[in-house]
C-alpha cells in the first residue's frame, strides 16, 4: 500500500486515549478530525529515545505558536497500547496541547500505509516517523521519515508550510 501524500483524505479508524478526566477513551479519527486543521504526527515508539527527547518536544514547545498559525489541535499517534501512551505523555507535565493517541494494533497506521518492521529489532510493527498537516481531512502536507532519521518531521517544519 502506497503511503500517504498530499492531497489524500486521512483515512478513518479507531484510535484510543485517555481523556481529561483520565477514562479510557476510543473514537474514530475522521469524529477527532473533520472540520479542523490539525496535525497528525506519528512515531516509532513511545519512551524511545529520538521520539521522547526530540520529535514529540519539537511539538510540546511550539504548540502555542502552532495554534497561533490556525492548528486546531496537534494529535500525537503511536503504535502502544493507551496505558503506555498515558504513562509517557504524564513525563511532560508541561504539556497542554499534544494529545497522546494510541494505535495498539497499528491498524491505523496501516491505514496510513506507514508501517515500520523493526521485527528484527524486537519490537513488531511500529510506524515510520511522520508529520502530517490536514485541512477538513485533506492531507496539505505528508512529512514521512526514511528509517530512523529525524529530518522532516518536526514543529519546525510543520512551520514552513503554514
Not at 19 to 37: F, M, N, R
Not at 45 to 62: E, K, M, R, Y
Not at 140 to 152: S, V
Request: charged letters at 20%; one cysteine or more; a negative charge.
Amino acid at each position: 500500500m502506497a503511503p500517504i501524500a498530499v492531497g489524500n483524505s486521512l483515512p478513518d479508524g479507531t484510535i484510543s486515549y485517555f481523556d481529561a478526566d483520565d477514562k479510557l477513551q476510543e473514537a474514530t479519527v475522521h469524529s477527532l478530525t473533520a472540520g479542523k486543521k490539525v496535525i497528525l504526527f506519528g512515531v516509532p515508539g513511545a519512551f524511545t529515545p529520538t521520539c521522547s527527547l526530540q520529535h514529540v518536544p519539537s511539538f510540546i514547545d511550539n504548540a502555542e505558536e502552532l495554534k497561533s498559525k490556525g492548528i486546531d489541535e496537534i494529535y500525537l499517534i503511536s503504535v502502544n497500547d493507551p496505558f503506555v501512551l498515558k504513562a509517557w505523555a504524564q513525563t511532560y507535565p508541561h504539556n497542554k496541547h499534544v494529545k497522546f493517541l494510541a494505535d495498539g494494533s497499528a491498524a491505523y497506521t496501516h491505514a496510513l500505509g506507514l508501517e515500520l518492521d523493526l521485527t528484527e529489532k524486537g519490537l513488531g510493527v511500529r510506524s515510520r516517523r511522520f508529520a502530517l498537516l490536514a485541512d477538513n481531512l485533506e492531507v496539505k502536507l505528508a512529512n514521512i521519515e526514511e528509517g530512523g532519521d529525524f529530518t522532516i518531521t518536526s514543529a519546525e517544519d510543520i512551520f514552513k508550510a503554514l
